[in-house]
């Protein structure tokens, strides 16, 4: 009998680590996004709710998509509009770093937009000369707008200096920050 | 005996419910590829394909590829300040790649590359994107 008692003990205490495991696998998305801190330059700008302030009431201001502190549904399906060459840059980053969505070609068949900017200062002759570097600044910044209601879901600016890998950098941190503002179910 | 049968099979369970992380799809071999137009690094991307002997067949027509590989590259030439100070002849090159299902519109694939003083210029961003790209076919 006590064996019995001992079995059931331990069969309990695999299914409440199983339990366990799953949690901790969810844990870092249920986190609000309010627990990460001010957004530095070249950290994922969280959007977030709005503040209807009296004087802002007041002034007309031109109309902007509605900023929402939804998080982006694991396996969605994502376009990244062109951006001048370096959506391809975005689109490799995104895949390098695993995010759970899928990439469309087709914006019809998409549920959200990224868009956005980017600029590449080449070195020049005196950062050569002093500095002996020949690697470029870059920066980029991009925004994701749910095309449904057309707010903006997550946005997110980057700035290498001296970037060893060019857009490429730019573009992977674009996919490493992304990754964190998909909610994992 | 059928108790710890019972415990086994729920272990053996859980990955069943596990995700699948493997976001980027297998290309499979013999697939039909149309390669879009890119500035020109499309001829360095199809002789790069067929120098690393990729399973896959080029088709000159899009309604007749399974996907259509687009990309974007880029050539840095050197400049005087680099001749001079750094004694370096060669062209920083970057370029991007992506592959999609003609058929779903899916992004199976994609790969970036920047060469910094690249020695044989587009002709080695193209066969490093030919290189990883070997990867993503499926040997069967």
Not at chain 1, 93 to 109: F, H, Y
Not at chain 1, 153 to 170: C, E, P, T
Request: with cysteine.
């Amino acid at each position: 009998m006590k064996k019995n008692y001992a079995l059931l003990a331990t069969f309990v205490f695999i299914l409440s680590s199983l339990a366990g495991v799953c949690q901790s696998t969810n844990s870092p998305q249920d986190k609000p996004p309010a627990e990460s801190g001010p957004a530095k330059s070249s950290e994922p700008a969280k959007a977030t709710q709005p503040e209807t302030t009296k004087s802002s009431a007041e002034t007309p201001k031109k109309p902007s998509p509605p900023i929402s502190s939804a998080k982006i549904p694991s396996g969605s399906k994502v376009y990244v509009a062109p951006m001048g060459g370096f959506e391809n840059y975005v689109i490799a980053g995104i895949l390098k770093k695993k995010v759970p969505v899928s990439i469309v070609a087709d914006r019809e068949k998409a549920e959200y937009e990224i868009r956005g900017a980017a600029e590449t200062e080449k070195a020049g002759w005196a950062k050569m000369l002093f500095l002996s570097s020949q690697n470029s600044n870059e920066q980029a910044s991009i925004n994701v707008q749910e095309i449904k209601t057309g707010n903006v879901v997550f946005a997110y600016s980057v700035n290498k200096i001296n970037s060893v890998h060019g857009k490429q950098s730019a573009g992977e941190a674009i996919g490493k920050h992304l990754n964190e503002a998909i909610g994992k179910d | 005996m059928k108790f710890w049968i019972f415990v086994l099979m729920a272990v053996l369970a859980v990955p069943l419910f596990a995700k699948d992380d493997d976001i980027a799809k297998k290309i499979p071999a013999h697939s039909k590829i149309f390669l879009a137009p890119m500035g020109g690094f499309e001829q360095d991307l199809k002789t790069a394909i067929e120098k690393k002997k990729l399973p896959v067949e080029l088709v000159p027509d899009r309604d007749k590829a399974d996907f259509e590989i687009t990309g974007t590259s880029e050539t840095d030439k050197a400049g005087t300040a680099k001749k001079v100070i750094l004694l370096n002849w060669h062209s920083n090159e970057q370029a991007s790649i992506t592959i999609t299902e003609i058929k779903t519109g899916t992004v199976v694939y994609a790969y970036s590359v920047n060469k910094q003083s690249s020695a044989h210029g587009k002709r080695s961003t193209a066969e490093a994107c030919a290189k990883h790209l070997k990867d993503q076919i499926a040997s069967k």
